[in-house]
């Protein structure tokens, strides 16, 4: 089948790759000509495992190419992917300029029936919006041309982006007309082989589906800190308590760990526009006004933690942070809970020395040329005159760290730990001071 894709980031480039990767003929459109120069030359803008050998193939076979024109990428795709950025506006609801725009852009240039794919996070109605907006293009033109849209969001986690798209849980799907629903079954049908995984609804239904689905994970990890916090002062252990309730298969073990709070891209913004959706509909989400709040405090967990350790006065100190990126396997730092400890540190009067596998040069952008924070080559650099270790993101290389080293590094042997990386038991057995997320 001929696809386009509109927006070539880390849902855009997942999703061309991987219908390209199926053997699909796949274009893939940005307005950003740094994205598509990278892309053209061989390289990818953004990390993510496996996605860069899957695109190389993919060009190398003559399946996937990348463009800045619109004409070109209009004319393509029978189905007409949006995947552009919905970033919230000031008021918390999710700015739809960039999906309007990418709708103008397919009714101004089509010549022939299209099915307009919402794949972008998007409000409810959103899918009559662009309808609309393409409906107002043809009318200018003054020409009839049929075009159907359907709903079918994208539920792939950052980091585990490739195997999330290629075996997906499910391929939700909402269309209200035969024929753009037949297009999209045929699309999906070889990720299904081993069993069904398309499940068909309404537009609306699927609009909705998507900020469901974030909204309830985002509910049980404020669940959690909640609970962790309480676990701390009652002298109960957080990781007993997960492991109690998550062997109920009514609950089960996926997103109970409790931290620094949620970020990224998606659940910190996804979070607000549902309850700004509700709020303009007479509605209050009282439960998801909890769960954002719980989780703004939450980011500051760690300076609360620290203040105790150091009796309430932070100035002059400095810290070694292991982790920038918002979760492991990624170099995403949007709506990162290390950039509000970074900046609660600098704003006390600490310094910080900082070590990430692979995120330092975006925190280095969003951060600027700060000064008191520097970043390390290695977890073990990062360590030298630290007043403590803070560790932010959970990575894999830090599981079994060199505990005598880190306390021969740091000036108080101090871990405060924001992931619960470790038994507490044996960090304590190298003399280590060990403070984590409603541990014992
Ligand atoms: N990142 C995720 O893990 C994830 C997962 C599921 C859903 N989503 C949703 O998917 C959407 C895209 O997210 P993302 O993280 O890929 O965003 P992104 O910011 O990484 O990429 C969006 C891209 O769209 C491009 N763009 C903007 N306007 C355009 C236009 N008119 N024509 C062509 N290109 C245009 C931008 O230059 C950018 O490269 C959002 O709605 C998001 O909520 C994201
Ligand atoms: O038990 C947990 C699980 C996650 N997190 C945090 O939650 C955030 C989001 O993590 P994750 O969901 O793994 O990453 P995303 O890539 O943001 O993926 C979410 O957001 C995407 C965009 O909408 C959806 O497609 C995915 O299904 C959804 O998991 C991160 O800060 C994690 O550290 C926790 O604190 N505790």
Redo the contacts with the bound molecule.
Sequence with gaps: MKISIIGTGYVGLVTGACLAEMGNNVLCLDVDPRKIEILNNGGIPIYEPGLEVMVKRNVAAGRLAFTTSVEASVAHGTLQFIAVGTPPDEDGSADLQYVVAAARNIGRHMAEYKVVVDKS?VPVGTADRVREAIREELAQRGVQIDYSVVSNP??????AAVDDFMRPDRVVIGADDERALSLMRNLYQPFQRNHERIIIMDVRSAELTKYA??AM?ATR?SF?NELANLAEVMGADIEHVRKGIGSDPRIGYH???P?V???????PK?VQALQRTASENGINLHVLNAVERVNDAQKFRMLQKLDKHFDGDLQGRHFALWGLA??PNTDDMRDA?SLVIIRGLLERGATVTAYDPIAVHEAQRILGNVEGVRYASSPMNALEGADALLIVTEWKEFRSPDFPGIKAALKRPLIVDGRNMYDPALVRGFELEYDAIGRK
């Design positions: 996070t994208e539920f792939l986690k950052e980091g689905a974030n994970l990890i959690m997103f109970l760990y931290g709070g949620y970020g990224g891209s998606c659940f996804d918002f979760k809970p």
